[in-house]
């Protein structure tokens, strides 16, 4: 449900609307599991909960080796958010379009992580809190001081003629950590949605063959239909593996991006 003209300023109303729902869900999974919390013998789902925790502030601890106060919450809320926003396209293919269908909606992405706009809006918030991070630990001065003078340190006069090659080589870096993060999710995403919409799209082919005359096409038909059936399950298995791995490597990256910006060059 796109709003505007062009490429840039139309705004994609249904991932935004996916993408708040389903932070909503996240949040009230740990607000629930925060509520019934025991400090005795834990649960399934808190020891689960625990565990998903637990690792992440691992990973963090391992990476990042500034104060992780705001970075390991923040870690793990990327990597919620992204693995969340990457399960919807576990539930059947047509199920959240035909409920937005039933409310009058003609179109409905379902994956908001499908959805370049809302990939690129996340890793350009990463970009920002590269800046931050970077001011916060340099100090306005130095970070600019740095932009002019890495990766190629000079002296005297050769400071000033290797400056335009810094500023010019540091903007390339930071703009493309950004762009590698969003394409990247981006990309195995919308790959993966079309390969269940291709598997979908075999099944009503067999259907159609099953619904038409004659023998063999019936049996073609059902070849087709029970081809559908395991490539529909056996890449659903698979893809289980990607959209956690996807979450993941959200997750890390942004976390050495924000340990990379608060170093020396």
Wanted: hydrophobic fraction near 60%.
């Amino acid at each position: 449900m796109p709003i505007g003209e062009g490429d840039f300023w139309v705004i994609h109303v249904d991932s935004l609307i996916m993408s708040a729902l389903i932070g909503l869900v996240g949040l009230g999974i740990f607000f629930m599991v925060g509520r019934r919390a025991t400090a005795g013998v834990p649960g399934k789902f808190q020891a689960f909960i625990e565990m998903a925790v637990e690792f992440i502030d691992t990973q963090v601890r391992d990476v990042f080796h500034g104060d992780r106060r705001f970075v390991a919450p923040l870690a793990l809320t990327i990597f919620v958010w992204v693995l969340l926003m990457n399960s919807i396209k576990l539930l059947p293919l047509d199920l959240p379009p035909g409920i937005a269908a039933a409310m009058g909606a003609e179109y409905f992405r379902a994956v908001p992580t499908t959805d370049l706009n809302i990939t690129l809006a996340m890793s350009t918030t990463v970009l920002l809190l590269m800046f931050a991070f970077a001011i916060k630990a340099k100090g306005p001065g130095g970070f600019g001081v740095e932009l002019l003078t890495a990766p190629f340190h000079g002296h005297g006069v050769m400071k000033l003629v290797l400056a335009p090659a810094n500023l010019a080589l540091n903007i390339i870096e930071y703009l493309s950590k950004p762009v590698s993060l969003a394409m990247r999710l981006f990309g195995n995403m919308y790959a993966g949605e079309l390969v269940f919409i291709l598997i979908a799209l075999l099944a009503m082919a067999g259907g159609d063959f099953m619904a038409a005359e004659g023998l063999g096409t019936k049996a073609g038909g059902v070849a087709a239909f029970l081809g559908a059936v395991i490539a529909g399950a056996a890449w659903s298995i698979f893809h289980i593996l990607v959209v956690s791995l996807q979450a993941f490597i959200f997750m890390i990256l942004t976390v050495v991006y924000l340990s990379m910006s608060t170093e020396a060059h």
